[in-house]
Nanobody
Framework: QLKLVESGGGLVQPGGSLRLPCAAA????????IGWFRQAPGKEREGVSC????????NYADSVKGRFTISRDSAKNTVYLQMNSLKPEDTAVYSC?????????????????????WGQGIQVTVSS
């Protein structure tokens, strides 16, 4: 059973940067499609970014394109979300999620229902 743990959240000023690690345990992250999602107060959870098992395919929500970057470190069994030029509207609880890449129909998509394993989430607050 894959376990995911997010870290790196906190308070940052507008225009600042944060990097969120998603550390995996129980299996190798290379076997999974990994997604990052966020949920702001009073809003539905939305997809932010995803990466396929090799990292060759990535996908981003329009709201974060050009500012966020997803990457993998196989040696550390970790997937990262680098967030630059942060805006107050990026404030949310960020969660990483995984789904085995060999399951039928699995691709790098920002759809919550595809993902089978979820981290507990971490708060990111962008405010001056």
């Amino acid at each position: 059973q894959l376990k995911l743990v997010e870290s790196g959240g906190g308070l940052v000023q507008p225009g600042g940067s944060l990097r969120l690690p998603c550390a995996a345990a129980g299996s190798t992250v290379d076997y999974y499609v990994i997604g990052w999602f966020r949920q702001a107060p009073g809003k539905e959870r939305e997809g932010v970014s995803c990466t396929d098992k090799r990292g060759a395919v990535t996908n981003y929500a329009d709201s974060v394109k050009g500012r966020f970057t997803i990457s993998r470190d196989s040696a550390k069994n970790t997937v990262y979300l680098q967030m630059n030029s942060l805006k107050p509207e990026d404030t949310a609880v960020y969660s990483c999620a995984a789904v085995p890449s060999l399951w039928p129909g699995v691709t790098c998509v920002l759809t919550t229902r595809q993902y089978s394993s979820w981290g507990q989430g971490i708060q990111v607050t962008v405010s001056s």
